[in-house]
């Protein structure tokens, strides 16, 4: 599989690498890393996948690749790439699949710390939780424009199906 990291987000990306790597590892997967950073390296990355095409591809969470969500979809499709990566916003906008956590929640406990703060919590008192709620989109538009058929089994496990 490859793997997209943009290393200007190295904080939040080298955690979610290296617990990448690590399953990856378990599964005894070869991860092939790439580094994108601008749009161009965006274009050229999904391009040299074609030489070797990996069974897929993960984009990890990051605003650059968020902001960019079309153009990875786009390309992705073209280059009949399975796409895979942790937000909802890069499913909508037409890569294969993704599994993360429910930015819903993640907002609405974030804003409850916030909340307590001008009512006297000091915020480095405040506790700091793991995320308990992920949800797992597909995008069958995608799929059959990539010519793959999701299992009906996978199909029910899915939070929401993007038709």
């Known amino acids: 599989m490859a793997a997209l990291w943009d290393p200007i987000n190295a904080i939040s990306q080298q955690l979610t690498m290296g617990e990448t790597l690590i ?50 979809a ?17 499913t909508e906008a037409g890569i294969l699949a993704s599994y993360g956590t429910d930015i819903t929640v993640v907002g609405r406990r974030s804003a409850a710390c916030v909340q307590r703060i001008p009512r006297g919590a000091k915020p480095g008192e405040l506790p700091v939780g793991q995320p308990t709620k992920f949800k797992l989109l597909i995008n069958l538009k995608t799929a059959k424009a990539l010519g793959l058929t999701i299992p009906q089994s996978v199909l029910l496990r899915a939070d929401e199906v993007i038709h």
Do not use: C, K, W
């Open 23 to 72: 399953a990856a590892a378990r599964l005894h997967l070869l991860v092939r890393i790439i580094e994108v950073q601008t749009r161009e390296d965006l274009d050229r990355a999904l391009a040299a996948l074609q030489s070797a095409p990996p069974d897929a591809v993960l984009v990890l969470a990051d605003t650059f690749f968020l902001a960019n969500a079309g153009r990875v």
């Open 74 to 90: 786009e390309l992705a499709v073209a280059q009949r790439l399975p796409v895979f990566g942790t937000g909802r916003g890069l």
